[in-house]
């Protein structure tokens, strides 16, 4: 599984979204971990796991929440270490009801 130390999203849809990730804990659980900034369209954030409340080693997945529309996520795991050296990239597009997230590699901060 790769490492990364934070995610970064995009917003180039019609809507004000938010970073945030789910994980699986200890148990096996899937949790969510608090929610970042607002993203404007044509703007985007850095959101990194640790800040969160999430541990270092844990298996992490980005959560976007879209401000009056369906959330989305990133789809695949990582695993979070706070010192890794890439950061997963995204780009979300589309409207608040039909959006689309594009995972656009591991990449230098």
Do not use: W
């Amino acid at each position: 599984m790769k490492q990364i130390s934070a995610f970064y999203l995009f917003n180039n849809g019609g809507f004000v979204c938010n970073t945030g990730c789910t994980y699986i804990d200890d148990d096996g659980n899937i949790c969510n971990g608090s929610s970042g900034g607002h993203i404007s369209l044509g703007t985007g954030e850095a959101y990194n796991p640790g800040d969160h409340g999430v541990a270092a080693g844990t298996t992490v997945r980005l959560a976007i929440g879209i401000t009056a529309g369906n959330d989305r996520t990133g789809g695949q795991y990582f695993e979070y270490q706070p010192t890794a050296p890439g950061q997963a990239h995204y780009e979300i597009t589309g409207t608040t009801l039909n959006s689309d997230v594009h995972f656009q590699g591991v990449q230098m901060p």
